[in-house]
Structures are given as C-alpha cells and as structure tokens.
C-alpha cells in the first residue's frame, strides 16, 4: 500500500520510494478517484521517514532517492522544495514547486501538420536532473466510462525522482497510468494509404500489382473518398461522412472481403466533427433516436458528452459498416479542444471511446488510428503524427521525435512515410525515409492527393525501386521480432525503441546523437537523414557506438565501441547495427498474411560472447515463447518453445546459421519443434570470419565519380599496401567524400 500525509489542505502520497504525488487544494477537497490520465496508485508499499515541526519545517519527507522539505500553505518555490540524491546539478541538486525543467528529455506533441522539420516535443517524466514532473491537475475524472469535473481545483502533481534509472520511471509510469496494450500482429507489416479518389477496380488491381511486384502488406486503408464527399452545400463541407460513395465503391462489401482474403486488413478514414448530416444514408434512424424529426432536416451534431449521440454514433453509423467488414478505424480528426477546463477534450474521448468500443466487440485486437491526446494515450495505440511537409528537414526530425515520445510512454507512433504534402521529386529522400519507416513502430507509406505524390515504388528508377521492395520484404522477414518487441512493452513497459540514454545515462554522448536509437533488444538503428555525396553516392551517418561488438547486418562489417564513427550506406544498405552475440529471428515467408504465425523461420547468430533471447508470440490473448540462449565461445544453443496452449505451426521448421562465423558446422535445420522440449545444438568452436574488405572498397571505387585514372591507382594501392599503411597514403590523394567511406571499412578492421 502506499503511505500517505495528509493536512488541512495539503496532501503527500508516497507511492514508490521515487514516484512523489503531491497535492494542494484550499478546502482538503483531493482526488482519489480515477483521472484521464492515472488509472492505478496501488503500488509496493515504500520505504520513507516523516519529521514534522523541526528546523522551521512543517514536515520533511526522506526516502533513500530524496529529502522534501515543506514549510506549510499554498505550495511555492519558497516553502517546498525537494534535494534529490543524485548530484546531477552543478552546485546541489535542488528542486523548487514550480521550477522549468530545462533538462527534461522532452515528450511528444498532439501533430506534425504541416510541420517542415523540428517541433517543441513538450516534456516527458523523464530528466537529466533526475527529477520530472507529470502535472495532472487539470484531468478530469473517469467513472464507468464518464467522464466529469473535479469537486475542486487542486494542484495534482506527481513526483518522478528516478535519477537516471530511465526505464525503472517508465515502467512505474505505465504502473501509474497503464502498460500499452498489445498491437495486433498484423499492423506491424506495411501499410498502404493514399489520399485519392480510387474506384473499387483501381484500388483491387493496386492491391494485384503490389502481389506481383512481391510487395507485402497487411493495411489496406481508404482515406476520406471512401465516404460521400458532394453534399448540399448548405451541409458544410465533405469532409465528414459515414456513406459509401457508390460511384467509387459500387460494392463495398464484396471488395473488403477480397483484401481479406488477400491477408490484409482494412481500415477507413474519419473526420466526425461535423456529426451526422441529412446527406447521410442512416440520418433519418439517427434523428429518431435523438428525438429529432427527419423531416426537419437537422443536423445531429457531434457530441461525444450525448449518451444518445454516442449510440447513434457507434450502433447506428460505425457498427454496420464493421460489419462489412472495416477492421478499424482511422480517426483523422482533431479540430477544437475543450473550451473550459470543465469539458474533455474530444480528441481524447474520441479515442477512449473508440478504443473500448474495439475492445468491447473483438476482446482482442483491439486497433484505432489516431492522434496524440496528452499523457496516458499510450492506452489507446496506434498515433497519427500527421500531415509532414516532404524535405530531408522533416526526415531528419523524425527518428528523434519517435524516440522522445518514448519518455512519455507513447510508443506506437505512425508517420506518413515519405512525407505527406509539398517537397519535389526526390528517389533518394523517399528511399531513405522509407528504410527508417522498417525500422519505426509502425511503416504506412502516405500522401496528399497530388498525382505526383504517390508512394509506389514503381513510380521511381529501377535501383530505387529494386530498394525499395528489398525494404518493405525486410519489414515483412522482421514481424517475428516486432512481435517480440510487442509483448515486451506490453508486459513490462520496455519501449521497442529506445533513445541512447535508456542503457548508456552517464555517457553524454549519449545524449548528443538524438536520431540514433535502440530498436528491440537486438539492434542499433543509425538513420541516414542527409542526401548523399555527389561523389561517392552513399549515405552517411554519424554514429555514438556502446561498449561491446557491433555488426552490420547487412555489410558483415564489425565495429568496436564505444567511439563515434562515421557510416557510409549505398542506397540499398541502412545502418543496422547487431549487438554482442545478437540473435536475429525473421519469418522468410514475407508474403504470409501478417496476422498467422509463420511455420518456417531463420535464427541467425552474430558474434560475441553469450545471449538469452526470448521469441514471444501471441493470438486470441494466448502467448508463446522460444527461448534461445547462444554461446559463441562453446558453439552451443539452446532451444526451448513454451507454448501451453499450442498457438505455433504443429510442424515449425527452424534454419539457424551463423554469420561472420566459421565453424564445423555453420547452419542447423530444427523441423517439428516441440513444446517442453529441449534442443542442444553444438557447432563447435567458432572463429570470426572477416567480411571481404577490399570486395567494399572495389564497389565504393566503382561507384564514385573520378576519373577512372583515379580510381585505378587508388585500387592498386588497395590491393598491395598493407592496411595500417593504406591509410595515410589514401589521405593524400582520394577526395575527402571518398576518402570518409574507404577510411570507415579500415578503421574497422
């Protein structure tokens, strides 16, 4: 249980030894009922000391990660302050009621609309001073899915005093506010979204080209064309709608019944805020059961707070459409905020009630689009950051803003990939951001209705395109491990992407390179978010490498941490980076439909000491886990599956090979793997095998633009110097773009 201190008008709740809750209201009127945000403060009972009336303190508060001190009344910088125990501060570590937090690591925002590069992120509960605050004085209060005023206003305010210890605070976050419910499955593969008038046929013969160039995906969405959009003008606009456009989608049903039997799942855009109009097809049976005569020709409008509204909305407009088959939806909408502090938000009951309304008819897989509506809406995953101008500025923000928004718990971010709207022709800028689309929580290539803009990868030159497919078939390989990575942040609030200070807080550099992150527990993603060198053609990155082995996966090349090095990618190579003894699970069937479980994987096995790696895989609320624990020193492997409720394949085939490796035996082909059971796999012992170096540096040379003179004398050089001696004879001669990409490969070795 927790501890509380409690005064005439002032109260302290102790709910961890560094999770604070603090709280100020003139009549003692304080909140113990469920907020928007904070659902839970049951926690493990903490350990703390309490001295009141001494030293000129009405009370002090000492636990072994804080010392509070308050003098009494309204709470200020003068009579509350805190000294926390981590000496992160120049001179002490001091915080006062009410101080900015510069140091904070920042959070997330409701939108990137019409952003072209960097946004304020706000702030999270995480801080390099050790101390953050989660303000949540002005959230209302929820009861049986209502939502109402407090009896009072108070100061609400909760305490994160977790030093540098970043994901113990996030976990005791997600305690606080609720762990990110499962994604499902499939919405980890690719999706395919366009803002475009398609007719059925257009979009089903798309879907047939994306087959046939072997382009997964796993979303089919249909932006807001899907719907009516010329109505009356006396109507307003067509941006609202809930009515199938029969000219388009002559029969709705029966192409939504084709995509899934393609294996996708089908979403469709809403922008609600204009409730529901005469122009609609189910208006007349939605004005009587809002007491209001058809006949009348009034508008119903949108009122989320209307119990009435809210089951017209839903059983009346959005059910029967479900029941054609729309999977979920996408909540395009984000007009108004709440006009008093009394009211909600409807951005936030938007999703809560949509959220629950999926829950409430499916269980699980419970699925919505949506905006960003403040802290706690991690719980109602996926987010829509917007509508992004297409530049290398907005590219370059991305990978930062998706792992700031980690620190406020919102780990499920979905960008239009490519950029939605503005920018020019741009194959280098669409691929590169396409490649960190594989690497983000969710990949759904966008754009605005420009018929210039479309994301095909057909619509660029072959080596563009050629990477492109390679990419979105990646995406499709790595759903095993995305599903992994699920079920981790669900079960123990460990985001699948992390920045660099989650495991390396006291190294500063850490902080400093802000696009680089962890993604699950076995990569390091480097993103390329530059044009490339007009005379090399590569992508280059600068990278803060951790302690320990690192391999390239898909270059072979090895790199030494910690140190900063700089990476240079042709286009059809991204920076992914494996850690020490990594182990990498992918599905090779890539256009298996994304929500069955594969039968046959690949397990490879990277360099480095030891690893325990856990495959976590779920369906209809049942979880199954293969456990892997790799030694590379002994060449052994253990295999373990844990499946209770036998949700894997019966006949699971496992092909799992060694990279970089050389030993007796290099790969092992595990068919029929079964529960309890466990497999002893011995390669023998392993030697590192050096990716072919002077093979790169011919391929760089090829490539680059210099004279063939040039090159000609460069590559004798490399063929015949040794390499301690190669680079400083390459420094006087090769152009410095060239003499980046050849250095990195012998810096390595």
């Known amino acids: 249980m927790t501890k509380q201190i409690t005064g005439q008008n002032f109260r302290f709740t102790l709910l961890t030894d560094r999770l604070l809750r603090i709280e100020y209201q003139v009549d003692g009127q304080f909140t113990d009922e469920v907020t928007q945000t904070v659902i839970n403060r049951d926690f493990a009972q903490p350990e703390w000391q309490v001295m009141t009336n001494q030293a000129g303190f009405a009370l002090q508060i000492e636990t072994a990660a804080f010392h509070l001190y308050y003098r009494g009344g309204e709470f200020n910088g003068v009579n509350l302050f805190i000294d926390t125990k981590y000496n992160y501060q120049t001179h002490f570590s001091r915080w006062h009621f009410g101080d900015s937090d510069p140091e904070n690591l920042g959070g997330t ?49 909760y305490l994160f005093i977790y030093g540098h210890d970043y994901l113990a605070a996030l976990n005791d976050y997600f305690q606080l506010t609720g762990f990110p419910p499962l994604i499902p499955r499939y919405a980890l593969g690719n999706w395919w979204s366009r803002y475009y008038s398609y007719t059925q046929v257009e979009y089903l013969k798309l879907m047939d080209k994306f087959r046939e160039k072997q382009i997964p995906l796993s979303v089919a969405v249909l932006d807001m064309n899907w719907h009516t959009t010329k109505i009356p003008v006396k109507y307003g606009s067509g941006w609202t709608g809930f009515t199938w456009d029969k000219q388009l989608f002559s029969n709705p049903e029966k192409m939504i019944s084709q995509l899934h039997a393609q294996g996708k799942h089908v979403t469709l855009n809403l922008h609600p805020a204009a409730g529901i109009r005469p122009s ?129 718990g919102y780990t499920w971010w979905s960008h239009d990939i490519g950029g939605h709207m503005r920018g020019q022709y741009d194959p280098e800028l669409s691929l590169r951001w396409l490649q960190l689309g594989v690497f983000s929580p969710i990949l759904r290539l966008h754009s605005t209705d420009n018929p210039f803009m479309s994301k095909e990868p057909w619509n660029y030159e072959l080596t563009i395109q050629q990477a492109m497919i390679k990419f979105l078939q990646l995406r499709a390989k790595l759903l095993p491990y995305l599903e992994s990575a699920n079920l981790v942040t669900h079960q123990q609030g460990i985001p699948l992407i992390q920045p660099l200070y989650y495991q390396e807080p006291e190294q500063e550099l850490a902080y400093h390179f802000k696009n680089e992150y962890f993604f699950g527990s076995e990569m390091l993603i480097v993103p390329i978010t530059q044009p490339g060198s007009q005379i090399t053609g590569l992508g280059t990155t600068k990278a803060y490498l951790p302690a320990g082995t690192w391999t390239d996966w898909l270059t072979g090349q090895r790199y030494q941490g910690p140190g900063i090095v700089t990476l240079n990618r042709q286009l059809d190579q991204y920076p992914i980076l494996i850690k020490n003894a990594g182990i990498i699970v992918t599905q090779p069937d890539f256009l298996k439909a994304a929500d069955q479980l594969p039968v046959n994987l690949v397990v490879e096995l990277f360099p480095g000491e030891t690893n325990h790696y856990v495959l976590a895989e779920h369906q209809q609320q049942k979880i199954a886990q293969t456990i892997f624990d790799w030694n590379q020193q002994s060449g052994d492997l253990t295999i373990q599956l844990r499946d209770p409720q036998r949700i894997t394949p019966l006949y699971r085939c496992l092909e799992i090979k060694l990279v970089n490796l050389r030993a007796a035996q290099t790969t092992f082909i595990l068919r029929n793997i079964q529960p309890g059971k466990t497999y002893c796999l011995h390669f023998g012992p392993c030697q590192l095998q050096e990716p072919d170096w002077q093979k790169r540096m011919f391929e760089i040379l090829q490539h680059s633009k210099i004279s063939f003179d040039l090159k000609e004398v460069l590559w004798q050089m490399i063929q015949t110097l040794p390499p301690k001696n190669l680079l400083a004879t390459l420094t006087s001669i090769a152009p410095a773009d060239l003499l980046a990409a050849l250095s990195e490969i012998l810096l390595a070795k």
Do not use: C, M
């Open 280 to 408: 609609e097809a189910k208006y007349p049976q939605v004005a009587r059961e809002n007491d209001i005569d058809p006949k009348t020709h009034q508008t119903i409008p949108f009122n989320l707070t209307d119990p009435k509204f809210v089951h017209s909305y839903f059983e009346t407009v959005l059910h029967p459409l479900e029941q054609q088959g729309v999977d979920f939806w996408w909540i395009d909408w984000q007009q108004g905020t709440a006009l008093t502090k009394d009211q909600p938000d409807p951005l936030w009951l938007l999703n809560d009630l949509h959220y629950h309304d999926q829950l409430q008819r499916k269980s699980t897989d419970a699925l919505i689009l949506s905006r960003y509506a403040g802290p706690g809406s991690h719980r109602y995953p996926i987010g829509f950051s917007g509508d992004t101008v297409a530049s290398w500025k907005s590219l370059d923000f991305q990978p930062y803003f998706t792992a700031t928004a980690s620190n406020i």
């Open 109 to 157: 925002v409701r939108t990137l609309d019409n952003a072209d590069g960097a946004v304020p992120v706000g702030q999270g509960i995480l801080s390099k001073n050790g101390l953050a605050v989660l303000d949540d004085s002005a959230s209302l209060l929820q009861h049986n899915g209502q939502l109402t005023a407090r009896k009072a206003w108070e100061t609400d305010q």
